[in-house]
Antibody, heavy 115, light 112 residues
Framework: EVQLVESGGGLVQPGRSLKLSCAAS????????MAWVRQAPKKGLEWVAT????????YYPDSVKGRFTISRDNAKSSLYLQMNSLKSEDTATYYC????????WGQGVMVTVSS | DVVLTQTPSILSATIGQSVSISCRSS???????????LYWFLQRPGQSPQRLIY???NLGSGVPNRFSGSGSGTDFTLKISGVEAEDLGVYYC?????????FGGGTKLELK
């Protein structure tokens, strides 16, 4: 059974940093591009980042480019999202997902950016 | 960025009723490889999104066949043939033909 379990969320002040993790199981993690998608409270879905199987290629929308960094550790079947210079508009539930068609999603982790 | 416009934003239905949701794109979603990367997701209350349909009309794993997808180019439709209680929630379309991937604004399906 495919499982994606996010962790690392919480309350953080504007301008500070936070790192999210996603533990994957039930599939060969190293064979899949992976992604992060977020959802602000009571809002829709927004793609945040994607990483290639080896980690050599990463992709971001303009809204987070230069502030967020996606990475992975295939030996640990883990995905990460380093978020720097956080803003109030980054407040959201963050989901990790298999990039290919977004066929599997984690349960999400809440990030609140507030002073 | 490609804008996906979903209508209606709220859909009221009775159990057993058939309903449709529209997703219109600001650009054609037909890719140069011949595929159309249009997907449908359901997010039940308090849950993460679940993929229902991929590549316009292909049913995801374990998805009941009362769900169906159709369309081409810029106009797409998700149909539910006989709404069941477990179908309530918010439906999103998503395109992956053009970077960045974008989602529609969502359609909330509620009981009438």
């Amino acid at each position: 059974e495919v499982q994606l379990v996010e962790s690392g969320g919480g309350l953080v002040q504007p301008g500070r940093s936070l790192k999210l993790s996603c533990a994957a199981s039930g599939f060969t993690f190293s064979n899949y591009y992976m992604a992060w998608v977020r959802q602000a409270p009571k809002k829709g879905l927004e793609w945040v980042a994607t990483i290639s199987t080896s980690g050599s290629r990463t992709y971001y929308p303009d809204s987070v480019k230069g502030r967020f960094t996606i990475s992975r550790d295939n030996a640990k079947s883990s995905l990460y999202l380093q978020m720097n210079s956080l803003k109030s508009e980054d407040t959201a539930t963050y989901y990790c997902a298999r990039h290919s068609g977004f066929d599997y999603w984690g349960q999400g982790v809440m990030v609140t950016v507030s002073s | 960025d490609v804008v996906l416009t979903q209508t209606p934003s709220i859909l009221s239905a009775t159990i057993g009723q058939s309903v449709s949701i529209s997703c219109r794109s600001s650009q054609s979603l037909l890719d140069s490889d011949g595929n159309t990367y249009l997907y449908w997701f359901l997010q039940r209350p308090g849950q993460s999104p679940q993929r229902l349909i991929y590549l316009v009309s292909n049913l995801g794993s374990g998805v009941p066949n009362r769900f169906s997808g159709s369309g081409s180019g810029t106009d797409f439709t998700l149909k539910i043939s006989g709404v069941e209680a477990e179908d309530l929630g918010v439906y999103y379309c998503m395109q992956a033909t053009h970077a960045p991937r974008t989602f529609g604004g969502g359609t909330k399906l509620e009981l009438k």
